[in-house]
Structures are given as structure tokens and as C-alpha cells.
């Protein structure tokens, strides 16, 4: 039950129940859907930019408790932030759930409320579930046309 | 044959779930800690022993390869694999070897037939008939055929209940029509459809039929005679036989008329560098080195099952299907998926504000494993009105107590999202 706690902390449940800035942007100056074929979660990130900064963003979409808190928590996370600190965030967020579990050092405090995902670490094939977001608005931050596919 | 009947049937003609269970090694662990629960049958079978031991002793004692050599090994492996076709064949009813193609799965021997016999016969402005119900593997081969031939791939609708709606597949089923495949057993929902009565409709109409068995093998006993149908695609993985191993059943007219699926060694009769002389069926349809082991191993599971009786293996999973069903139903909050009149022992459930996979994973770690997601079966969920189902399905290992942990998993499902 312990892991379990660890992967559906209370923070992720309530951001899967009530998910941050929910719904798409009209208009919005960049936008990416997202794919996981394996389980046909889908999301659509729509976002705008001012001055080099992420200065609003939404998502929507279907998927598990785990892509909806990551979806939430992630809009939450790079609001405000330039896109070069957004892509280090997606970076380090990465690293958080995939990097090898033994050298493995406490999450970077740059993270903030995003290391409440560490507990997807022991759940390997959840990994995606968590960054479909991050792939997501990654794609529309590179202005990619084609949906972007977790496989 | 008489002794194991007795052995895995009390007086009562019941399936004697013990003995079952103790043919199967995988169950000799925990997961998590926990005895394992495993209700992802339809997904792929646990194997017995039985079968098992047939690949090894393939392997260990006569292996070499098939049709080919002069020597002791290649007619020992050639028998085996010979005897494995006449078991598969007489476990579909047919009488006749040379309709009995292996193939890697069900969605070979589907590929199969679409890439020769619907080629030949699928023309611009043609139909395919499926329905609603189909896995994946009996629409896209159709969809692929139908692309290349500018034809029009036709779904008869299912209803509330996730049964076929006969009165719609009857009009469906016109002059264009070249080819309707159906489901005999869904693999989401466990719908049984009466594919007789299906079939008869095609038939009527001069409309050749193929049956995706692939879920009715481990549950039904099967008669392509009876059921009347031109092809019927099966899977050795799901009815407790090795994976990478499968057959296809035609009428041999079909399978005389039909240009070969792959070009190689074993189907020949004779290659010039002009013209090459192909070999009569089944050969003719088996290009290549085929899985000598895994047909083996697909023969011995028909053994498996015969020995275990169709008619208590049927018995015993309409039970846990009632079961499943009655205590699924009574839980608040549960809403089934699929509740067929006829049904083979699958259960696909969602839980109210809880995800599949979310559902799935909590389960797994109650050591209760279930599938969950689109089941391969995307038309079927957005039917329902649902991205993703958990399902539970049945084997003839279950028991009711496996039924009492995924419920006690469900009831931990709703405690970490209260």
C-alpha cells in the first residue's frame, strides 16, 4: 500500500479531481495534441507567449489520474516561465521518473511541487502517463504540426 | 484419456479447479508479495505443463525440421507436426487435414485471407461486412484490402447490450458485398454471437464468410461444419497453447483457388527461375520453416482441453461469469461494459471517476491481474461511450476466490481515491 500512497499522493488526486487551468485558450498563439497509443490517452495543450515567456497555458483532454495531476500541475509549473526554463523543468522532470533508481539524489528543489511524481519512478510503465504533458507542450513549443506520440 | 477424465472430473462431471491449477507453474508464486490472481486470459492463457513439456520434448528429444529431410529427426518432428494438424482439425470439426493452415496467430491467418482470397475477389466499389464488435486484427486487414481496392469496409451496429443487431446486419449484407467477417466470441466485452445464424444470412446471399475465433477456442467447442462458415482464424496462446502459433481452417476449394500469401521454401512443388510450381494446401500456405515447436505445443493444448472435457470447462466459467457478474453488479459505483445474453467468462468494468489504468495498476498490486485499456478494441469502447475499460477474464484455473480479491482490489481502488 506504502507505493501505492507514493504514486497517488494526495496532491495528484486532487489535481486529477479539480485540474488546474483546464480547457484551451482562444485564441492561443501555439497548440500540440498528444498521444499515448498504448492506453488512448489524449491531450491538447494550447499556450501563449509573450516576450519569450510562457505567459498563459491550458490543456485538456482524457487520461489517467496520473496524466491529468501531470497535465495540471505541469501548466501550473511553467506559467511564467521562459521557454529555455520550461525545457529545463521537462528536462529535469525526465530525469526525475527515469534516471536510475540506486545514484538516484533527492528531486533538484527547482522542481517545487512537480517532485510529488518520484513515486511514478517504481511504476515503469506509468513513466508515460506522466510526461505525455510535458512531450505535449514540448511539441508546441517547437511548433511541431503533427500530434506528438508517446511511442 | 478415460483416467484424466476421471482425474479432473468429480462424479458430478465438475472441473476439479485444484487439479487444474496444479498443471499450471505459474501460479507456484507471489507478485508483490501476494498469491498471483490472474484474469487476463483473453489477453494471452497461463500454459500447463502439459504444454510445456511438449515444446521441450520437442526440442529435447526429436527436433530437427519438417518435410525436408530423409533422416530419423526430420520424420519424428514431421509426425509431430502432422499429428498436431489432425489434432487441431478435429478439435474445429473439420475432417479434412489440408484445411488446416498454421499461421503465426489469428491475425495472420485473417491477413491471410484478406492479401489472397479478398484480393481475388474484392473489386472498386465492393463491400466488407464486419460489425462493431471486432478486435483490431478483423478490421484493418479489411480496411487495408478495401483501401487498395477502392471498396467500402460496412460495420452492422451493436446495441446497448454489445450484442450484434441482427435485424441491421441483415441489410447490410447487399449485392456489393464480397466478404463478412465477424467475431465469434468478443474479445472486450465477451459477447458470444450466434454466428450461425450470421453465417446463414451471408450464406443465403452467396456470401462467403470468415469467423475471428481467436476467444472462442479456450471457452466453445467449435464446428466449422455446423457453423458453416468458408474461413475460421484461431490463436494457439489463447486457449492455453504456446504464442507465435496459430491456424486458419478453409474449405479446400478456397484454399485450391486462392494464390499463395508468401513465396519460399515448402510451398513448392518446383522452382525454375521461369516459373515456379506451387504445392497443394495446406503447404502451399506455409512458406518457409514454420513453427514445428509451437504447433506442437497448440497440439498438445488441444489435448489439454479435451482432457479437461468442453463441457465442464464450459460449466465451470459460466459459473465465475455469473458470479463475477452478480458481485460486479452489486458494487456502487461499478458499471459493467457488455452485458450480453450470451457471454464467455469476460467482464469489463469501469469504475465511476476512477481511470482503467489507474484501476489496473491498483489492482496489480493487490496481485490481481487484469487488462485495462481499449482492449485493442477502440470502436467498441467509443460505442460505449468510454476511453478505456478494466476487464477481468476468466480461465479454467479460477476460482471464486480470485473473484473475492479483484473485489477487495476494487474496494482498495475506491479507498486510495475516495
Known amino acids: 500500500m506504502s507505493e501505492l500512497r507514493d504514486l497517488y499522493q494526495e496532491v495528484i488526486l486532487d489535481h486529477n479531481k479539480a485540474p488546474r487551468n483546464w480547457g484551451a485558450l482562444e485564441p492561443h498563439d501555439r497548440e500540440a495534441l498528444g498521444h499515448n497509443p498504448l492506453c488512448g490517452d489524449q491531450l491538447k495543450v494550447t499556450l501563449n507567449l509573450n516576450d519569450g515567456t510562457i505567459s498563459d497555458i491550458r490543456f485538456e483532454g482524457s487520461g489517467c489520474a496520473i496524466s491529468k495531476a501531470s497535465g495540471s500541475l505541469m501548466t501550473e509549473a511553467v506559467k511564467g516561465k521562459s521557454l529555455a526554463e520550461a525545457e529545463t523543468l521537462f528536462e529535469s522532470f525526465h530525469q526525475l521518473l527515469t534516471g536510475d533508481p540506486s545514484v538516484r539524489e533527492k528531486a533538484p528543489p527547482a522542481l517545487g511541487k512537480l517532485a510529488v511524481f518520484e513515486g511514478v519512478r517504481e511504476f515503469p510503465v506509468r513513466v508515460k502517463c506522466a510526461t505525455l504533458a510535458w512531450h505535449t507542450l514540448h511539441a508546441a513549443l517547437e511548433e511541431k504540426t503533427a500530434p506528438v506520440s508517446t511511442e | ?418
Open chain 2, 1 to 418: 484419456m478415460g483416467a484424466m477424465l476421471e482425474k479432473r472430473q468429480a462424479s458430478s462431471g465438475r472441473l476439479d479447479v485444484e487439479s487444474v491449477r496444479a498443471d499450471f507453474p505459474i501460479f507456484e508464486q507471489t507478485v508483490y508479495g501476494k498469491p498471483l490472481v490472474y484474469l487476463d486470459s483473453a489477453a494471452s492463457a497461463a500454459k500447463p505443463r502439459q504444454v510445456i513439456a511438449a515444446e521441450v520434448e520437442c526440442y529435447e528429444r526429436y527436433y530437427s525440421n519438417v518435410h525436408r529431410g530423409v533422416h530419423y529427426l526430420s520424420q519424428r518432428s514431421t509426425e509431430a507436426y502432422e499429428a498436431a494438424r489432425t489434432k487441431v482439425s478435429r478439435f474445429l470439426g473439420c475432417g479434412c487435414l489440408r484445411e488446416v493452415v498454421f499461421t503465426r496467430g489469428t491475425t495472420e491467418a485473417i491477413n491471410l485471407v484478406a492479401s489472397t482470397f479478398g484480393r481475388q475477389r474484392v473489386g472498386a466499389g465492393d463491400e466488407v461486412l464486419i460489425t462493431g464488435l471486432e478486435h483490431h486484427s478483423n478490421i484493418v486487414p479489411w480496411q487495408m484490402l478495401c483501401e487498395e481496392k477502392g471498396a467500402r469496409l460496412v460495420v452492422a451496429p451493436i446495441d446497448d447490450r454489445g450484442e450484434v443487431i441482427l435485424e441491421e446486419l441483415e441489410p447490410r449484407l447487399g449485392p456489393r458485398t464480397k466478404i463478412a467477417a465477424f467475431s465469434h466470441v468478443s474479445n472486450a466485452l465477451g459477447t458470444i454471437n450466434p454466428v450461425g445464424e450470421m453465417v446463414a444470412m451471408a450464406k443465403e446471399r452467396g456470401i462467403p464468410t470468415l469467423i475471428d475465433g481467436a476467444q472462442a477456442a479456450p471457452h466453445l467447442a467449435i464446428d466449422v461444419g455446423a457453423i458453416g462458415c468458408d474461413f475460421y482464424a484461431l490463436s494457439g496462446h489463447k486457449m492455453y497453447g504456446p504464442s507465435g502459433i496459430g491456424a486458419l481452417w478453409a474449405k479446400l476449394e478456397h484454399l485450391e483457388a486462392m494464390p499463395p500469401y508468401q513465396g519460399g521454401g515448402e510451398m513448392i512443388t518446383t522452382v525454375r527461375f521461369e516459373k515456379t510450381e506451387y504445392a497443394a494446401p495446406p503447404a502451399k500456405f506455409e512458406a518457409g520453416t514454420p513453427n514445428i515447436a509451437g504447433a506442437i505445443g497448440m497440439g498438445a493444448a488441444v489435448d489439454y482441453l479435451h482432457g479437461l472435457g468442453p463441457a465442464a470447462v464450459a460449466a465451470h466459467e459460466e459459473e465465475l461469469l455469473a458470479e463475477a457478474t452478480r458481485r460486479l453488479q452489486e458494487l456502487p459505483g461499478v458499471r459493467l461494459i457488455g452485458t450480453a445474453r450470451h457471454k464467455a467468462a469476460v467482464v469489463s468494468f469501469v469504475v465511476e471517476g476512477v481511470h482503467a489504468h489507474d484501476v489496473g495498476t491498483i489492482l496489480d498490486r493487490e496481485g490481481v491481474a487484469v487488462r485495462a485499456g481499449h482492449h485493442c478494441a477502440q470502436p467498441v469502447m467509443e460505442r460505449f461511450g468510454v476511453a478505456a475499460t478494466a476487464r477481468a477474464s476468466f480461465g479454467v484455473y479460477n476460482t471464486r476466490d480470485d473473484i473475492d480479491r479483484l473485489v477487495a482490489g476494487i474496494a482498495k481502488v475506491k479507498e486510495v481515491f475516495a
